[in-house]
């Protein structure tokens, strides 16, 4: 069994995604797989940040959200 994971700019566009795809539908045919994967390109910026203003009880977190 082979674990492959996966994120940021490996998943960033959908180009990428594809990649991603391909090298997963390769490997499943030698082995069998655990596939991870990771946020988007950003997203675990974003969610880092949208955490800390939720702490702090910070109305912005609204409009980061809503982005």
Same mark, same amino acid.
């Given at each position: 069994?082979?674990?492959?994971?996966?994120?940021?700019?490996?998943? %960033?566009?959908?180009?990428?995604?594809?990649?991603?795809?391909?090298?997963?539908?390769?490997?499943?045919?030698?082995?069998?797989?655990?596939?991870?994967?990771? %946020?988007?390109?950003?997203?675990?910026?974003?969610?880092?940040?949208?955490?800390?203003?939720? %702490?702090?009880?910070?109305?912005?977190?609204?409009?980061?959200?809503?982005?």
């Amino acid at each position: 069994m082979k674990i492959l994971k996966f994120g940021g700019t490996s998943v %960033a566009n959908a180009q990428n995604i594809k990649l991603v795809l391909d090298i997963v539908n390769v490997k499943a045919k030698e082995d069998q797989l655990v596939v991870v994967v990771s %946020a988007f390109s950003k997203v675990t910026d974003l969610l880092q940040l949208a955490s800390i203003k939720a %702490a702090a009880n910070d109305k912005a977190i609204k409009k980061l959200l809503l982005k």
